[in-house]
């Protein structure tokens, strides 16, 4: 549940919670290449959303999710 | 004679309206609120038109129309003054029962015809 | 006059004063939220009736203030005490421009550069106070106002450039019969720590046609960046009617901007300028197809233009949307006329040259409402396309119908009428709109080109009313009718306003005729003693009595309007009160209390001065400073109360403080200084004695003349302005506890009851006011203590002086047969006085006035009356005799 790290891909899964943003944060400044993986993640709190609005990370995966991937890809600027 | 309830809490306002509908020949019924328009309606009602300020005490525009469009009497149209050119302050009007929705300040040239309109009168022949 | 501007100016003043109260009011409560809302409608009814003039500054600071109050009233920005100051400021100029108009008698203003500088400064510092306020509060947030001034639908779809495709998807949504709404979200700062989850509120919508999410401020570089500071903004357009997204952002009104989407909304043409496009013949063309219901035509030469144009530019987008409606609303002519005069706009064409070329410009217009019928028309649509069901929708729907009747009635279209009883009867029994608004689509089309016809032939004939009311010919029936109606019409309100010189003609024709009422007496005298007709004397005197019961009820009646309550005067106060203090630099708690209790006009205005001069010597010498309050153990803000009541026949107001006090010592030694009394005097006062010298001419009690209550009137002033109506007034005062002023006035001062006396073969007047009683006393009773005569009154000594010796008259008293000598008793202050007289007749109301002339200088004399037989009767001011 949350976030699991695999080199320099952060696998995101169920929900991230508000508290989750600092360390999203933290990792995202840590590593700037560093890739998020999304495909498992149900809802993200909105406070993780502008983190990654902010500090905008390699998409790996988009989630299942239609309406949220659609929502994230819109807000990352990464729609197709 | 067709009759007119001018309902606006400014006394100048109604006064205003006044002197524009009865030179054009209509008899004018004045309220200084929602409240005291519904009393008149009451005991000299229904009239042919009306027309509703909406920022008054006691009741607003809004509530009379309400309250208007609920009773069980011949319903008139109603047009609605207002000093906000706002599509919602617009739209609140006309779900309130307003009939049309016209904006301040009104010139006599402006009314007649809207009111004329409404009361299907003076239709050139 | 005109009679507007009479109203506009009498109104304007009310609103003034009452906006001046509120703002005090609101001083006290600051956080109440009725009185604030008040205040908004106050300046707003202000505003919206200086817009009926032309008075450019007016308007201009009036908005400024309603601007101010509004972000008041919505808690942008809180009460303060410049804020009022400003609002003052503002009424002031306002009360100048009224007198300036006022002395103009005319509704208009000459140009003043000055006054038109000061509006702008005056409307900048109000408007600097919302900026200034809103901004110190909250940096980053926009006032909502912003936000809700902007058009929702219309605008902020153009404004956030909306793709064309997503607008097309959203409107063929539409048209299918799928709601779909705006939704623009921005969600506050802080919402993380309340627990809040913008995105989850989002997600948990239906997929968007659209959508978009940004910062409301550029992202600060990711080593900055504070998560928890919420920046986003969502908006989106979303397959739900205005009602359900509303349900769906319940708790959180103030952070989202809705409103549901029309068609109209959404065609708007975006894209760049075209003003090298052949528009004109294709408008031409196009209108012409639009009048005659040419479908194909029409599309088939916007199918031709559009294939000539960019498809980037802003009238081959006009074009797409034409031919997307012709598709999907065939008899939508509004949308379909609003865009071709998008096309004609853009094109740079003339409006009149093409209205001239194509007189179906006439043809409805939502956005164009020089056409009121098709304004009228147009608005019923949008009325029937609400899609809400409110407990008063069947009322609602049956004034629509109304409406469509009375409009094409008056077009002449009454074949048009057919079907719209069955259509409303359908919509009631369903209680939905449908079959009435479809029932308007079937008669758009033909309604729009027939009324054409009738309109577009004289079109001046469309908005110039007919010269004569089709209802001038009426049949007796209605002209009973039209009587009945006339009596209504007029039961205007219940209340009118009336000049005073026309209450002051009534109170003097009133006087007249209790003066000619009372020369009835006289004249039955002298028919039993001149004529010897003892029958018509009896005549006279019962007809005199009858008279004189009306003319008594009709004296009262007149009363009863000229009283006023007086809060006429005190409403002045608090702001007297809070000025004077701000400039002395202390605290004062003033309390009203009795405002409603009433008196005559001439009673409450004679009030008015000695009663502001009272408050500023309060504020000036009784009240102390703060500190000098805290030093004495005292709260630092200084209570100053005004109190009136009436009792029987007088109005009483008590004016208290809890300041310093007078001390007598202080006074006694002032007025030894300034020769008021001298060293024997100074011994035997007592020290309420002591504190009436502040009462006698040329006494002031402050050390040096101040800015306020100085200006070298003392309270001698006073005293003599309320004995002129015949009042009184008593000074209690505690050293160190404060100070109480009492004046007593009677409730009336037009009709007064006199006492007629004797003496020197003349008569006088004596007020039955200060008459305590009429005695007769034997010689013998009569003591002289050295110089002094004196008689004892139930166990009273009571000071006797002839009436004569006052007159300065050199005959002595006449006394009765059996040796006895009229004495009237009269009050002075606390004190019993007997004036001795040669008789003592009737009681007569008269109607006093005033000596004037060269006998205004006479001492001794209230004024003078005419009496009913015709002869002037002095009346007697005891106090000033003596």
């Known amino acids: 549940m949350g976030i699991e790290i695999h080199d320099d891909t952060l696998r995101i899964s169920d929900i991230l919670g508000v508290e989750d943003a600092e360390i999203l944060l933290e990792w995202l400044l840590k590593n700037p290449g560093g890739a998020v993986d999304l495909a498992e993640c149900t809802h993200l709190h909105a406070a993780n959303l502008q983190v990654l609005m902010a500090s905008p990370p390699r998409i790996t995966n988009w989630p299942d999710d239609a309406l949220l991937a659609d929502w994230l890809k819109h807000a990352l600027n990464q729609e197709e | 004679m067709k009759r007119i309830l001018v309902i606006d809490d400014a006394a100048t306002v109604r006064l205003y309206h006044r002197e524009i509908l009865e030179q054009a020949g209509f008899a004018v019924t004045e309220a200084i609120n929602g409240l005291e328009a519904l009393e008149k309606l009451e005991a000299d009602g229904p009239f042919d038109l009306y027309l509703v300020d909406i920022n008054m005490p006691k009741l607003d525009g809004y509530g009379f129309l309400k309250a208007l469009r609920e009773k069980d009497i011949p319903q008139a149209p109603a047009i609605m003054i207002s000093t906000e050119s706002s599509p919602r302050d617009r739209e609140a009007a006309l779900v309130a029962g307003a009939n049309l929705y016209i904006i301040k300040p009104i010139r006599p040239e402006q009314l007649l015809p809207q009111v004329r309109g409404l009361l299907g009168e003076g239709h050139p022949s | ?882």
Not at chain 3, 150 to 179: K, L, T, V, W
Not at chain 3, 290 to 315: C, F, M, N, T, Y
Not at chain 3, 835 to 858: M, W, Y
Request: proline share 6%; charged share 25%; aromatic share 4%.
């Open chain 3, 1 to 882: 006059m005109n009679p507007l501007l009479d109203q506009f100016i009498s109104e304007s003043r009310d609103t003034i004063q009452s906006i001046g109260e509120r703002l005090l009011q609101l001083e006290n409560a600051p956080a109440d939220h009725e009185l604030m809302n008040e205040l908004f409608r106050l300046v707003h009814t202000l505003k919206g009736n200086s817009g009926l003039f032309d008075f450019p500054e007016m308007t201009r600071v009036l908005h400024g203030a309603e601007d101010l109050m509004d972000a008041v009233r919505d808690s942008r920005i809180g009460y303060s005490q410049s804020l009022a100051d400003q609002l003052l400021e503002a009424m002031d100029f306002i009360s100048a421009l009224l007198d300036e108009i006022l002395d103009g008698g005319d509704a208009s203003l000459p140009a003043d550069t000055e006054r038109t500088a000061a509006a702008m400064v005056l409307t900048d510092s109000l408007r600097q106070l919302i900026t200034a306020q809103a901004t110190q509060e909250d940096t980053a947030t926009p006032a909502p106002e912003t936000l809700l001034a902007r058009d929702p639908a219309m605008a902020s779809c153009a404004e956030a450039q909306i793709p064309e495709a997503a607008r097309m998807e959203a409107y063929r949504q539409i048209i299918q019969g799928q709601a779909c709404s705006w939704m623009s979200y921005q969600p506050e700062e802080d919402c993380f720590f309340k627990g809040e989850d913008p995105f989850y509120q989002i997600t948990q919508l239906p997929a968007p046609l659209w959508r978009r999410v940004t910062a409301r401020e550029p992202w600060p570089a990711p080593e900055t960046l504070d998560a928890y500071r919420c920046l986003l903004h969502f908006e989106s357009i979303v397959p739900m009617d205005l009602q359900g997204l509303t349900g769906h952002f319940r708790y959180i009104p103030d952070q989202v901007q809705l409103s549901s989407l029309s068609p109209a909304a959404l065609a708007i043409p975006t894209g760049d300028a075209h003003d090298s496009i052949p528009a004109a013949e294709y408008l031409q063309t196009a209108t012409e197809h639009l009048q005659s219901g040419d479908h194909e035509g029409l599309i088939q030469a916007s199918r031709l233009l559009l294939e000539l144009s960019s498809p980037k530019l802003r009238v081959a987008s006009a074009l797409r949307w034409l031919l997307l409606v012709m598709e999907t609303r065939p008899d939508d002519v509004p949308l379909q006329q609003q865009l071709l005069d998008d096309i004609r706009h853009g094109a740079g064409i003339d409006t009149d040259a093409a209205n001239a070329a194509a007189p179906s410009s006439l043809a409805p217009n939502m956005r164009d409402m020089s056409d009121p019928i098709a304004g009228i028309i147009a608005t019923q649509a949008e009325i029937l396309a609400l899609t809400d069901v409110p407990p008063w929708l069947p009322g609602r729907l049956r004034a629509i119908a109304a409406s469509l009747r009375a409009a094409f009635t008056h077009v002449g279209q009454l074949t048009l009428i057919e079907g719209l009883d069955e259509a409303l009867q359908a919509a009631l029994e369903r209680n939905q709109s449908t079959p009435l608004a479809r029932w308007l689509a079937d008669q758009a089309l033909p309604s729009a080109a027939e009324a054409n016809t009738v309109l577009a032939a004289p079109p001046i004939a469309a908005t110039v009313p007919p010269a004569a009311p089709s209802d001038t010919a009426t049949s007796a029936g209605e002209t009973r009718k039209f009587g009945r109606r006339m009596e209504d019409a007029h039961a205007g309100p219940s209340a009118i306003k009336v000049d005073q010189a026309k209450i002051d003609r009534l109170m003097n024709l009133i006087g007249e005729m209790i003066v000619a009422k009372n020369a009835l007496p006289y004249l039955a005298a002298r028919a039993e003693n001149v004529f010897g007709v003892r029958e018509l004397s009896r005549e006279i005197r019962g007809q005199y009595s009858t008279l004189n019961r009306i003319a008594d009820e009709m004296q009262d009646a007149i009363m009863q309007v000229r009283l006023l309550p007086v809060s006429f005067v005190f409403q002045r106060f608090p702001r007297l009160v809070r000025d004077t203090a701000h400039k002395l630099g202390k605290e004062v708690r003033l309390i009203l209390e009795g405002e409603e209790t009433e008196a005559d006009k001439n009673v409450i205005e004679s009030l008015a001065d000695p009663l502001v001069h009272i408050i500023r010597n309060s504020l000036d010498h009784g009240l102390e400073t703060p500190e000098e309050r805290r030093a004495a153990g005292k709260p630092a803000a200084g209570r100053l109360t005004i109190r009136a009541r009436s009792e029987s026949d007088r109005v009483v107001i008590e004016i208290a403080d809890d300041g310093r006090g007078i001390d007598p010592t202080v006074i006694r030694r002032k007025a030894y200084e300034k020769g008021i009394i001298d060293e024997q005097t100074l011994e035997r006062l007592t020290d309420q004695e002591a504190l009436n010298l502040i009462f006698a001419p040329g006494f002031s009690t402050a050390g040096q003349v101040s800015d306020l209550s100085g200006r070298g009137v003392g309270m001698d002033v006073v005293r003599t302005a309320v004995a002129r109506v015949n009042g009184s007034i008593d000074l209690k005062s505690q050293p160190g506890e404060g100070t109480r002023l009492r004046l007593s006035l009677p409730l009336s001062m037009a009709v007064t009851n006199v006492m007629v006396i004797v003496s020197a073969g003349q008569r006088f007047g004596v007020a039955m006011d200060a008459v305590a009683e009429t005695v007769q006393i034997a010689q013998t009773n009569i003591q002289r203590i050295k110089h002094q005569t004196a008689t004892v009154l139930r166990d009273r000594v009571v000071p006797l002086v002839t009436l004569n010796d006052l007159l300065g008259l050199d005959e002595a008293q006449v006394p009765n047969e059996d040796g006895e000598l009229a004495v009237v008793v009269v009050r002075i202050e606390n004190d019993f006085l007997g004036i001795i007289v040669d008789d003592c007749r009737e009681t007569v109301d008269i109607i006093l006035k005033p000596l004037a002339g060269f006998l205004g200088n006479l001492q001794g004399y209230a004024g003078s009356a005419l009496l009913g037989d015709g002869s002037v009767l002095l009346v007697l001011n005891p106090r000033e005799l003596l």
